[in-house]
């Protein structure tokens, strides 16, 4: 059974194949990576409103003073989120 394809075709077709595997690899590797960031910025999103909560806990209690509570959150705060604020 012929199907009329000679050498040089079915490299071009196979090259094709090969090249069209990789970029699809290549593809879900960068969803990958991408999905693990955001997961790991949620996590931390999450970790910080928690300790939030905790410090914010611990004020209403009368363990901390709101002063330290201040300094700590922010040290905790992204610069960007800061502003011009002074550290200290």
Do not use: N
């Not at 590797?29 to 999450?46: H, I, P, V």
């Not at 363990?63 to 989120?81: G, Q």
């Amino acid at each position: 059974m012929d199907i009329g394809l000679d050498g040089e075709q079915v490299f071009w077709i196979v090259l094709g194949g090969v090249a069209g595997v990789v970029i699809v690899a290549a593809i879900f590797g960068e969803y990958l990576t991408a999905r693990t960031k955001t997961r790991a910025k949620t996590q931390q999103s999450l970790a910080r409103e928690e300790s939030r909560r905790e410090i914010a806990a611990y004020v209403a209690e009368g363990s901390m003073s709101p002063d330290d509570a201040a300094k700590i959150l922010a040290a905790d705060m992204p610069v960007w989120e800061r502003g011009f604020q002074k550290k200290g």
